[in-house]
């Protein structure tokens, strides 16, 4: 039997709540009440910590990677479930002891007393901030998160998650992308295609409710960039089936043929100068123009012979292509910005 | 038994108010002959159409002072207004003391003037504001028009041109255009 002190207890609790995406009522009067934080953790602590990151995260990937899909796998198709496409024992998540760190701050509210450098940060690690941001979202202490925590604002996951929460403030941030685009990082990145198309898909539902005129500027840009950089990001690494989530979310949005007064109608700029009313369209339409770069890179596939290099490639954007409704997907969007432009 | 005192001033100052507004778009041309040839094809057709050449851009005034500025080379058009507009605008404050000099008197002076510099500055910014909804308005009602004009004169430079190439191709043996529809029938002997 295992015996902690009432600090450890109310830490494991919120890296339980954390790690199984715990309702935020679980894990929010955890929190209420910091507790000094002990000079270290038991033997004990330590161990059912690393019982909960092991057993939470496997359960998390498993959910999320079940399905049969196929992604590339040096430039060629590989199908199968998460662990049948990547070998399993490449798939085991490490953590450093910036975890740790990170859930003493949190439980002591001393986030940011001590920070990580980006490159002492594992794989574990990040998805432990962004399973923290998750449960945070909403309340107050996620924007403490935010502020005291830059790993959160430089993960290029949690920026994708997290578009409309992680504005960037008048300096921007640098997003780091490449832990995600390493073997095991893509990997996790394939099993959060159908999450990340949820999440971008509710956002566009929500933008449909904005008022502010500020804020739609602030979420546009923020997508904008994100989503820019992101596809910048897998195209150098020839991974545009990464792009995936995209190409679903954008046939989610674009279904029931929405008109562009879906994004902008609720905004009043009648007093805004037009040369302003074009950069909150731009702003509010940002999804919309994300969405214009598959249309080239399907034509870009389109002309790549069955002798080229990334002739496997090609086939499979193809094959998402068609699966996604991409061809009626980008011609509404461009539809929409074309009516969207005052002249 | 204690006096008041009245103390009063009054302001004047003059403003040159500037608005401007403007919008951007590219016309989508068709390279249906080489870069050059479509441009040439676009200023000859927007010439017509009452544009004047000035440098390498094309330009004409509209209704309210409303320019469109369109390089042929690229096929961006700039639409600009631009409004100016000189106005006087005068602030009175009154206010009472109990001494007819002194601190006081100098305090009361100092917040009265602030006041009536933060009374000026309002009335100049309602003035801007109203400037500039003028130029707004006077741009936006010139767009709807000039969209349908130059879309006209996009349809006219692509018939030009596929003419053009279609007698490179071959003998023209018979041209119909239907103005209504905008549709262009080139029956051509190769």
């Given at each position: 039997?295992k ?30 009440k ?24 496997v ?23 998460l ?17 740790l760190?990170?859930?003493?701050q ?41 502020n ?29 992308w ?6 095991q ?30 804020k ?20 150098a ?12 979310a ?9 008109a562009?007064r ?17 950069l ?15 249309r080239t ?8 012979g ?21 061809e ?16 | ?41 676009l ?16 330009l ?15 096929a ?20 009472w ?27 100049a ?30 349809n ?35």
């Open positions: 039997m015996a902690v002190s009432l600090f450890e207890y109310n830490l494991l609790r919120v890296l339980r709540g954390v790690v199984t995406q715990a309702s935020p009522s679980q894990i929010l009067p955890m929190l209420a910091p507790g000094q934080r002990p000079l270290c953790l038991s033997a004990d602590a330590v161990s059912l910590v690393q019982d909960i990151l092991a057993k939470g995260m359960r998390w990937l498993a959910r999320h990677g079940w399905a049969n899909d196929r992604y590339l796998r040096d430039g060629v198709a590989v199908a199968g479930r662990w049948e496409r990547t070998p399993p024992e490449l798939l085991g998540l490490k953590f450093s002891r910036w975890t760190e990170f859930l003493l949190l439980m002591s509210n001393t986030l940011g007393s001590k920070k990580p450098q980006a490159v002492e940060l594992e794989l574990g690690d990040r998805l432990v901030f962004l399973h923290a941001f998750q449960a945070l979202r909403g309340d107050e202490r996620a924007e403490r998160l935010q005291h925590w830059p790993a959160i604002s430089s993960d290029g996951l949690c920026r994708l998650f997290f578009v409309e929460e992680l504005i960037d403030a008048k300096t921007l941030t640098r997003i780091d490449s832990p995600w685009l390493t073997e990082g893509a990997a996790i990145l394939e099993s959060m295609q159908s999450a990340l198309a949820d999440r971008w898909e509710q956002l566009e539902i929500r933008k449909q409710t904005f008022r502010d005129v500020v739609v500027r602030q979420v546009g840009a923020s997508q904008t960039r994100v989503l820019g950089e992101f596809l910048n990001a897998i195209d690494v020839h991974r545009r089936d990464l792009a995936r989530c995209l190409l679903d954008g046939r989610r949005v674009m279904r029931d043929q929405p562009a879906r994004w902008i109608g609720n905004l009043d700029i009648k007093r805004e100068r037009i040369a302003d009313r074009v909150i369209y731009r702003d509010a339409l940002a999804f919309v123009h994300a969405l214009e770069r598959l890179w399907n034509e870009e596939a389109s002309q790549v069955y002798f080229d290099d990334g002739y496997a490639a090609s086939q499979l954007w193809k094959a998402d292509w068609e699966r996604f409704d991409g009626a997907t980008t011609n509404h969007a461009a539809e929409i910005l074309r009516k969207a432009r005052p002249m | 038994m204690s006096r008041a005192y009245k103390i009063s001033l009054r302001q004047r100052t003059k403003h040159g108010l500037r608005a401007s507004d403007e919008v951007g778009t590219a016309l989508e041309l068709l390279e249906i002959l080489p870069p050059e040839r479509m441009a040439d094809l200023a000859q057709e927007l010439k017509r159409r009452g544009f004047v050449q000035k440098g390498d851009k094309l004409r005034t509209e209704k309210g002072g409303v320019t469109v500025e369109i390089d042929p080379k690229s961006d058009v700039i639409v600009q207004v631009e409004c100016e507009k000189t106005v006087t605008l005068e602030a009175e404050r009154q206010t003391t109990e001494s007819p000099a002194g601190s006081a008197q100098n305090a009361a002076r100092k917040a009265m003037k602030e006041e009536l510099q933060r009374d000026l500055q309002r009335k910014e309602q003035q801007k504001a109203e400037l500039q909804k003028r130029a707004t308005d006077r741009l936006e009602a010139q767009l709807s028009d000039l969209r349908k004009e130059l879309d006209q004169a996009v006219r430079v692509t018939a030009e041109a596929l003419k053009e190439k279609a007698a490179k191709l071959g003998q023209i043996k018979q041209i119909s255009e239907d103005a209504q529809t905008g549709s262009l029938t080139i029956i051509l002997e190769v």
